[in-house]
């Protein structure tokens, strides 16, 4: 595959999500929280990743709201 291909594939997903990371984007500014304890933004971003079919591991990197995807 090409670099312009996977750009492209890339663009293109973004867009068909393109509704629902406006609504994750929105939620996540409209609930302020405090450096670290992010938990209901870490808790909505990790939902939106494995609703996406990706695997999700939590509390990595020794922070309770951080997490890792691939």
Known sequence: MTVEK???????????MKDEL??????????PELAFKET???ALLTETVEKAGLPVERGVYGL?????SE
């Open 6 to 16: 996977l750009k492209e594939e890339v663009c293109a997903t973004i867009e068909s």
């Open 64 to 68: 309770d709201t951080a997490f890792e």
């Open 40 to 42: 209901k933004a870490a």
């Open 22 to 31: 406006l609504k994750v984007s929105r939620t996540i500014h409209a609930n």
